[in-house]
């Protein structure tokens, strides 16, 4: 194939304007009052709730679905946000299926459960929209805090202190807050700006101070922030991304799923990004759905995800492995490339087939086979970039920050959480979690200081 014909393989405006409006959509619309009326009354409002044990927030559910029963919206608002200040990002993107509402009695029944999700949002949808402040701070303790890291762990962590009184300096890598919300999510869940808006909301509350474009390492140290502040979190998430280990990786046409998510996130048309004809996606996880979906919504003709193992071992869930399906998407299991074909371009990948040898190791089974592409996406996992973190003693266990269950790392006055901690499971809910119980943690530490 000539080397014209694979760069028109890659282009832009492959839908018109109306069809990528629609694909990019709101991908559950809210709920109308009297949808939301009936979703509330399905609730058993059951003793110790399973739904809010398997929250990793400990959000009181039926508590605040009772609210919306009796049209307290506000106050069902507040009962949401004081557990999970991202209450209204976690409504539109936690992976409730796995999570509160797979824990929900109403499966036993009815194979249904309550829709908490939706109902979440509905309550915290018009705190975003009118800006209504539901917090107030208490006396000031005249301590300071920096926070690392503007994503979901930072903020939460920021929020919570500047509740208990101590003000937060956020210093942020990158030139918007919030983090993945901001850069990762996938565009049709968080339509409309909302991350923007959610972090616009968090810091209304006063006494936190966001630095963005100021990064650990470049722009100061570790050791700096111990001597200047009273205590410092750690909110990096997980910046650097894993290789796939193979020949011409830097071959025109092969690329991280996670920065193209970015362009998808940040792009003011979306008709104007480049997509190929045909997409190669490697990975199993929630990356991986979420580049092939955009993907195929942007106009692509096929694309395909290659899994090195079976379908209960992705890191994507049973509703996220469907969405994919559902739009298009075909995902292989049991492969893994090896060996990227193309000579200006990327046009072929090579994958082996894969089976567990009696150890339960994978392994190549001596079959191979071939998909044709034009783009090929790495989504096989991120990893925390040490670097701004060598030489400060700060101890690290498989690539990532070691925390007591409160958020404190092995060095003093420095608490951790979110992706970049050792333990969790790379979900904005559980970043959130993190970031509020070090900041308890850390007003206690503060105060017995
Ligand atoms: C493509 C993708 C899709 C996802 N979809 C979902 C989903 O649908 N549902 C879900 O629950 N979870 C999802 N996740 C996971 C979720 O986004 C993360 O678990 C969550 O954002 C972690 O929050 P965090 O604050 O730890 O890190 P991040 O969100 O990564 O934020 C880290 C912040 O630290 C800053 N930073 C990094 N290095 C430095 C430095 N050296 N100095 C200063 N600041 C720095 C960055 O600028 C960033 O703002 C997804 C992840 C990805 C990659
Ligand atoms: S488990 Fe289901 S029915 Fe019971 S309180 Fe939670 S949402 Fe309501």
Same mark, same amino acid.
């Given at each position: 194939?000539?080397?014209?014909?694979?760069?028109?393989?890659?282009?832009?405006?492959?839908?018109?304007?109306?069809?990528?409006?629609?694909?990019?959509?709101?991908?559950?619309?809210?709920?109308?009052?009297?949808?939301?009326?009936?979703?509330?009354?399905?609730?058993?409002?059951?003793?110790?709730?399973?739904?809010?044990?398997?929250?990793?927030?400990?959000?009181?559910?039926?508590?605040?679905?009772?609210?919306?029963? =009796?049209?307290?919206?506000?106050?069902?608002?507040?009962?949401?946000?004081?557990?999970?200040?991202?209450?209204?990002?976690?409504?539109?993107?936690?992976?409730? *299926?796995?999570?509160?509402?797979?824990?929900?009695?109403?499966?036993?029944?009815?194979?249904?459960? %309550?829709?908490?999700?939706?109902?979440?949002?509905?309550?915290?949808?018009?705190?975003?929209?009118?800006?209504?402040?539901?917090?107030?701070?208490?006396?000031? =303790?005249?301590?300071?805090?920096?926070?690392?890291?503007?994503?979901?762990?930072?903020?939460?962590?920021?929020?919570?202190?500047?509740?208990?009184?101590?003000?937060?300096?956020?210093?942020?890598?990158?030139?918007?807050?919030?983090?993945?919300?901001?850069?990762?999510?996938?565009?049709?869940?968080?339509?409309?700006?909302?991350?923007?808006?959610? %972090?616009? @909301?968090?810091?209304?509350?006063?006494?936190?101070?966001?630095?963005?474009?100021?990064?650990?390492?470049?722009?100061?140290?570790?050791?700096?922030?111990?001597?200047?502040?009273?205590?410092?979190?750690?909110?990096?998430?997980?910046?650097?991304?894993?290789?796939?280990?193979?020949?011409?990786?830097?071959?025109?046409?092969?690329?991280?799923?996670?920065?193209?998510?970015?362009?998808?996130?940040?792009?003011?048309?979306?008709?104007?990004?480049?997509?190929?004809?045909?997409?190669? %996606?490697?990975?199993?996880?929630?990356?991986?759905?979420?580049?092939?979906?955009?993907?195929?919504?942007?106009?692509?003709?096929?694309?395909?995800?290659?899994?090195?193992?079976?379908?209960?071992?992705?890191?994507?869930?049973?509703?996220?492995?469907?969405?994919?399906?559902?739009?298009?998407?075909?995902?292989?299991? @049991?492969?893994?490339?090896?060996?990227?074909?193309?000579?200006?371009?990327?046009?072929?990948?090579?994958?082996?087939?894969?089976?567990?040898?009696?150890?339960?190791?994978?392994?190549?089974?001596?079959? *191979?086979?071939?998909?044709?592409?034009?783009?090929?996406?790495?989504?096989?996992?991120?990893?925390?970039?040490?670097?701004?973190?060598?030489?400060?003693?700060?101890?690290?266990?498989?690539?990532?920050? %070691?925390? =007591?269950?409160?958020?404190?790392? =092995?060095?003093?006055?420095? @608490?951790?959480?979110?992706?970049?901690?050792?333990?969790?499971?790379?979900?904005?809910?559980?970043?959130?979690?993190?970031?509020?119980?070090?900041?308890?943690?850390?007003?206690?530490?503060?105060?017995?200081?």
């Amino acid at each position: 194939m000539g080397r014209a014909r694979q760069q028109a393989d890659v282009r832009s405006h492959r839908l018109d304007e109306a069809e990528i409006a629609r694909n990019f959509g709101d991908l559950h619309p809210p709920l109308h009052r009297s949808e939301a009326l009936i979703a509330a009354d399905r609730c058993y409002f059951c003793f110790d709730a399973p739904c809010t044990t398997a929250c990793p927030t400990d959000i009181d559910i039926p508590g605040f679905i009772q609210k919306i029963r =009796s049209d307290n919206l506000q106050g069902s608002a507040k009962t949401i946000l004081q557990e999970n200040i991202m209450g209204g990002m976690c409504a539109r993107v936690c992976p409730t *299926e796995v999570l509160c509402e797979e824990a929900c009695v109403r499966n036993t029944h009815e194979e249904q459960p %309550v829709a908490i999700g939706l109902l979440q949002r509905y309550a915290t949808d018009p705190v975003f929209a009118s800006g209504t402040q539901l917090f107030s701070r208490a006396p000031s =303790s005249g301590k300071k805090v920096a926070i690392v890291g503007g994503g979901p762990a930072g903020l939460s962590c920021a929020h919570r202190l500047a509740v208990l009184g101590h003000d937060a300096v956020v210093f942020n890598r990158d030139a918007k807050p919030g983090g993945l919300n901001e850069y990762g999510i996938a565009a049709y869940k968080t339509i409309d700006d909302f991350a923007q808006k959610e %972090v616009a @909301w968090i810091l209304s509350i006063g006494g936190i101070e966001l630095r963005n474009e100021q990064a650990l390492g470049p722009d100061f140290t570790l050791e700096q922030l111990r001597d200047e502040y009273d205590a410092v979190f750690l909110g990096l998430g997980l910046a650097a991304t894993n290789a796939l280990g193979l020949d011409h990786e830097d071959l025109p046409g092969v690329g991280d799923a996670i920065e193209y998510i970015a362009g998808i996130r940040q792009a003011e048309d979306l008709a104007e990004l480049p997509v190929g004809r045909r997409v190669v %996606v490697v990975g199993g996880g929630m990356t991986a759905i979420d580049i092939a979906v955009q993907s195929k919504r942007l106009g692509a003709e096929t694309v395909d995800i290659v899994y090195r193992r079976g379908p209960e071992q992705m890191g994507a869930s049973q509703y996220e492995q469907d969405l994919a399906q559902t739009n298009g998407v075909t995902i292989h299991h @049991w492969a893994a490339p090896v060996e990227l074909l193309g000579d200006k371009h990327v046009t072929t990948v090579r994958f082996a087939r894969t089976e567990l040898d009696g150890n339960g190791r994978l392994k190549s089974c001596g079959d *191979e086979f071939e998909l044709q592409a034009d783009t090929v996406f790495k989504a096989i996992g991120q990893a925390l970039d040490n670097h701004p973190l060598d030489g400060q003693g700060l101890d690290l266990e498989a690539g990532r920050i %070691v925390v =007591s269950a409160s958020g404190k790392t =092995s060095l003093d006055n420095v @608490w951790a959480g979110g992706d970049c901690v050792l333990g969790g499971d790379d979900l904005t809910v559980t970043a959130v979690q993190h970031g509020k119980l070090a900041a308890i943690d850390i007003d206690r530490h503060l105060r017995e200081a």
